[in-house]
Every structure is written in structure tokens, then in C-alpha cells.
């Protein structure tokens, strides 16, 4: 179909990555890996201090490391925890996490969200919300043609209609919102930019 998603905005996708880092770098990194290594399948990586893990994030195939900050190197793995190298990491698994402290699955499901959001090019295992975004349009783009009927926003902000088509639609544009859990969308028209 013709349903055209728009990326987020560099001030959007800052403003969320700042949001990540706030919340999931230091305190609840535990969800953030968890989310990373359950949706992707790539190994939990603990970095120790002593006998205590002091920050999780996973391991690609390439051998970088991801947390909220997005892709790290070893070298800048501990730099945030006023850690310097070289670093103890090792390899940990769920259970190593949760024998140290509760891990909440909505915060697991947050960093789920906010992850996808951030790096839709990562190589998720599971639908993104994206996707199931982007196939549900198409699906309601197939309606309106077939019924000629459009869902649109008489301005922005304003509840959408349906209104009958004049023959000018294209389909329909699907833009995250600036916190990247949720999508906002609107018909788009024949000669007309977005």
C-alpha cells in the first residue's frame, strides 16, 4: 500500500534518548538488558564490581555492547559508574539478575517500547510496534479506498472525521508522537508534500 511512516525528529528522538538514559542507565539498567536480550536473543552482559553486578546491557554478534545509551564500546562501558578500565564483564543470565533485586516486567516492558522507538533498525526477533503500526494502515487504507471513506483531522489537534473521498488521496502518513509510544496519522493528498 501506499502508507508513508515518517521518522522521528532529531529533537524528538534526543528528547527520548535523554528520557532512556534517565531512567534506564543507572537504576533500572537490569530492565533495559532484560528488554534488549529477550527481543533480540543476544547475551546478557554483567559488568562486575567484586562479586556484584553493577550494570547490565547485552552483546551483539559484533562484539559491541548496548545499553540505554544506545552502542558502547568496552572502552566507555563503566565510564558513567565512575568505573576505569579494564573492566571485569561477564556473561550473566536472568536468574543472576533477579537473585539481586526484583526487575518490575512493566519496566521491562517501557524499555521494550522506548528501545524500538530509539532503534527500530536493531534486529528485533518480535514485531515492533511499527510494523504492526504500519500493517494496520494498510489494512485501513484498503478500507477507505473500498468504501471512500478517509479518516482525517480538520486541523491538527483535532478529533479525526471520516469523510467522504474526493478522489485526491493518496493514503495515509503515520508520524510517531514525540514520546515514541504512540502514532498520530492523517490521509495525505495527491501533489500535496507532507
Not at 518480535?126 to 478500507?143: G, P, R, Y
Not at 495515509?172 to 508534500?193: E, H, I, K, Q
Request: proline share 6%; with cysteine.
Amino acid at each position: 500500500m501506499s502508507t508513508i511512516l515518517k521518522k522521528f525528529s532529531t529533537k524528538d528522538h534526543d528528547h527520548l534518548h535523554a528520557m532512556c538514559k534517565g531512567i534506564f542507565l543507572d537504576g533500572e539498567c537490569y530492565a533495559f538488558a532484560l528488554a534488549l536480550h529477550r527481543n533480540i536473543g543476544w547475551p546478557l552482559i554483567g559488568l562486575m564490581q567484586g562479586l556484584i553486578i553493577r550494570h547490565a546491557a547485552v552483546q551483539s554478534q559484533q562484539n559491541f555492547y548496548y545499553d540505554a545509551r544506545g552502542v558502547i564500546t568496552k572502552e566507555s562501558f563503566g565510564s558513567p559508574f565512575f568505573l576505569k578500565p579494564p573492566y571485569e564483564l561477564r556473561i550473566i543470565t536472568e536468574a543472576d539478575l533477579y537473585a539481586v533485586r526484583p526487575i518490575q516486567e512493566r519496566s521491562i516492558d517501557l524499555a521494550w517500547r522506548m528501545a524500538q522507538a530509539l532503534w527500530p533498525e536493531l534486529p528485533w526477533k518480535v514485531t515492533t510496534h511499527a510494523k504492526e503500526v504500519l500493517a494496520f494502515m494498510d489494512d485501513l487504507e484498503k478500507i477507505s479506498r473500498a468504501h471512500n471513506v478517509w479518516i482525517r483531522s480538520p486541523f491538527p489537534g483535532c478529533p479525526p472525521v471520516l469523510s467522504r473521498g474526493d478522489g485526491s488521496e493518496n493514503g495515509y502518513v503515520v508520524s510517531p508522537t514525540s514520546d515514541g509510544m504512540a502514532y498520530v496519522f492523517d490521509r495525505y493528498l495527491t501533489n500535496v508534500r507532507q
